[in-house]
């Protein structure tokens, strides 16, 4: 494998299509009416996003403070805070105060910063609450390749290591640890040459132009390339099939078990956050995921409601997450930009 000098944090880990920006970088969601139990509660809850106003992403977000306003009965808002890949969001955020009124959301880039940089430590930093939702990402290749199925791309893989090359969004990126994970798990492993690019739609132009051998993107980018016969997806990296591409089997189907690799987002809150606090977020929180104006807008984003068990569940979850990447991280030597 060929390591890429540049790294740069993945800021397009989206589940859905990005959108033009909405006005300004803070927008406060409906207040429900003043209950006793809410009296109590702080005014305003702000969900702390490390990404800029407009993607996909924060439409996402900006959907659950919508739905998440009744069930706190408070006003919700969305703080925008981009730049350094996320460090100045957390680093907000856990600074926050411990009453509520501060949640962070975490995505996997916050992870990935963590495990490079070593200027975050989430599991100190803050309290798990919950994953919100995740979206799968697709090994694709072009419609005329020869590799059939995961497993003939595979077998050419260790047949020429390094010959096949394919595309990612650089040292550090969604589409780049797909296939280290993928490495990782293959016994023997398997090596390509990584191509990087700007982002995922890069790497699928250049996909559909012939200029590389395979990548890995999320669904919503390449649906319609697959529906139109452009491209074919090989494998889907989730756990279980993605109810919009019923007939892909997943990475671990096709023969890679225990490989899992989602785009996923979850909130955290200031590590002094009372558990009791924790608790009502994470039931408040259930209720909007689950909510139909949440969980339709996140099936209509090509993504699933995958709401945590406990907040000690997704937790332990964060900490098997930073391990197997700080793996990853430390075998390739990827080092800060």
Known sequence: MKNINQFKVSKRLVLGAAIVALGSCASVFAQAPATAQASAWPATTKIVVP????????????????????????????????????????????????DGSTILYLHPGLITMQTITGRLDISSEFKAITKLSSGPHLLLVPANSPYKTQAELLAAMKAQPGKLNYGSGGNGSPSHLAFEWMDEKTPGGVKATQIPFKGSVESVTALLGGEIDFTFSLFNVVHEHIKSGKLRALSITSSARFPMAPNVPTVAEAGIPGYVFDAWGGLVVPAKTPDAVVAR???????????????????????VIEVSPSPTFFNDQLKTYLADEKKIVDRLGLKPQ
């Open 51 to 98: 990404l800029p106003a407009g993607g996909g992403v924060d439409m996402i977000v900006r959907k659950f403070a919508e739905t998440l306003a009744p069930k706190l009965g408070t006003n919700v808002i969305v703080d925008n805070r981009p730049g350094a890949s996320g460090l100045i969001a957390a680093k907000a955020a856990s600074a926050g105060a411990a």
């Open 281 to 303: 977020l994470y039931e408040a929180a259930k209720l909007s995921a689950n909510s139909p104006e949440f969980s339709g807008f996140i099936a209509k984003s090509a993504g």
